[in-house]
């Protein structure tokens, strides 16, 4: 099971970062937006290929109106 | 709330013409014309959020980083870009050091930009800043290559110690955050004044315009409003006051104001004074 934006989704382990995107109905060229794996960054170079392990925290963050 | 946004600047339709002798405010080599800098959070439309963008003249507008929202399709990103402004991504919501630079890393990698504005937050009701975590943070960003914008306490000792770590500048409080309560202690602003000499922005508590002017006229170069615009009940027309007012204070700051006496200073000669016993 894996945890994206702090919910259960239906991605299994090896499943990669621009997989759990798509769940939230972005692509891969999607403007303004940061992806943190466990605690750390992953660069938007690494989407396509970073594999998540099972029960990984993924927070997938983007502009919102605040400050 | 009837007229259309105008991209253009939308201020100057209405006369609030920038001061021409007014010059530029530099931060870390980056030139900003306006002196004011705006929150995007609290507006009640993203249309009104754009127009007051336009109004206030600001080229450097706050954003946070949440997580997405499928529901929620918002065109933040694109509306600020056709404003023609600067993002400044904050880290609003952070309790420690680490969540702060995660967050400041996340917004370069989001943004591609380097400039955080560095809250660290140390207590939710009055989201004053938690000092130690705050300098820590500002510390390990500075040495990642972080422009950093700290928002931190109204303490001269703590702006000091932030700007010796490589701060770009320093937002000291006039009061908590959204509390419209103005400039609490303008002493310590002074002295804040007189510590560092990186760019000074007053960051939270303006309520009014008179707030943001005072700031400017102790000698802050910048002032951030968020609250006192987008929740105003008019927030172009405050928008435009802010303006107006950031540019009155700053001239008056350099204008060099007379000194306070107790006792009356007449403005009319004595000499040539009628006789009329």
């Known amino acids: ?67 | 709330m009837s007229e259309a946004i105008d991209t253009q600047g939308g201020a100057r339709r209405n006369g609030a013409e920038p001061v021409p002798s007014a010059e530029p405010l530099t931060i870390a080599g980056r030139t900003l014309r306006s002196r004011l800098l705006l929150g995007t959070g609290g507006f009640p439309s993203l249309a009104i959020m754009a127009e007051a963008i336009a109004a206030s003249g600001s080229e450097l507008v706050t954003v946070a980083l949440r997580r997405v929202d499928p529901e929620q399709r918002g065109s933040l990103i694109d509306v600020l870009a056709e404003g023609g402004v600067e993002l400044l991504p904050n880290t609003a919501g952070c309790y420690t050091a680490r969540d702060a630079v995660l967050t400041a890393r996340l917004a370069r990698e989001a943004f591609a930009t380097d400039w955080i504005k560095l809250e660290v937050i140390g207590d939710e009701d009055t989201l004053m800043p938690d000092a130690p975590e705050l300098l820590r943070a500002a510390e390990e960003l500075v040495d990642e290559g972080f422009v950093v914008l700290p928002y931190t306490t109204d303490d001269p000792v703590l702006a000091r110690r932030l700007a010796d770590v490589g701060c770009a500048a320093v937002m000291p409080l006039g009061s908590p955050i959204g509390s419209g309560m103005g400039i609490r202690n303008p002493y310590n602003l002074a002295l804040i004044r007189e510590a560092v000499e990186v760019p000074l922005v007053l960051d939270a508590g303006v309520g009014t315009a008179s707030d943001a002017a005072l700031a400017m006229e102790l000698g802050c170069d910048a002032v951030m409003a968020a609250s006192a615009i987008s929740r105003a009940q008019d927030p172009v027309r405050m928008a435009r006051a802010m303006r107006a007012a950031v540019e009155a204070g700053h001239l008056a700051r350099h204008a060099g104001r007379i000194p306070r006496r107790t006792y009356a200073t007449a403005s009319s000669p004595d000499a040539g004074l009628a006789d009329f016993s």
């Open chain 1, 1 to 67: 099971m894996i945890r994206l934006n702090g919910e259960d989704c239906d991605l299994r382990a090896g499943a990669t970062v621009a997989a759990a995107l798509a769940q939230l109905d972005l692509s891969p060229e999607a403007k303004g937006v940061a992806v943190a794996v466990d605690g750390e960054v992953v660069p938007r170079a690494q989407w396509g290929l970073f594999a998540l392990a099972d029960h990984a925290r993924v927070e997938v963050l983007t502009a919102m109106q605040g400050g």
